[in-house]
């Protein structure tokens, strides 16, 4: 996985509650678990931000999702990210796209903006975003 060119406050903790922003048939996603980061600090929790793979439960969407464990990308989170201009970042929601195994996106379409940061870590989501900020 290639590196990120900002600066990403991990802000999503697991059991935080996203919205999904694309059109595979969910529409609110609760986090789980962080794929590929284990350990850490003991007593601290792990937190995923803006670029992140994550596991996650539909909570509500269609029956084929519903209360299943799905992988998904963090698209857009509401704390700011700062990038190396000195510019900041900062969405008004908390959003994730599903992906598949591969990590290629479920849905066709992304509703809202997407961070650039997401695109530089997974190129084949690029091509299902409708804007890119």
Do not use: W
């Amino acid at each position: 996985m290639k590196g990120i060119s900002s600066k990403i406050v991990k802000t999503l903790v697991p059991g935080a509650v996203m919205t999904c922003a694309d059109n595979s048939g969910a529409y609110e996603l609760r986090m789980i678990h962080i794929i590929g980061k284990t350990g850490g600090r003991p007593g601290k929790m792990t937190a995923a931000g803006v670029g992140d793979l994550v596991s996650a439960s539909v909570r509500k969407g269609s029956a084929t999702y519903l209360k299943k464990p799905a992988r998904v990308i963090v698209i857009r989170q509401k704390a700011p990210i700062r990038r190396s201009n000195g510019m900041r970042v900062r969405f008004e929601d908390n959003a994730a796209i599903m992906v598949t195994e591969d990590n290629l996106p479920i849905g066709t379409e992304v509703k809202g903006a997407m961070a650039r940061e997401v695109v530089e870590r997974f190129v084949k989501v690029a091509g299902v975003a409708s804007r890119i900020v």
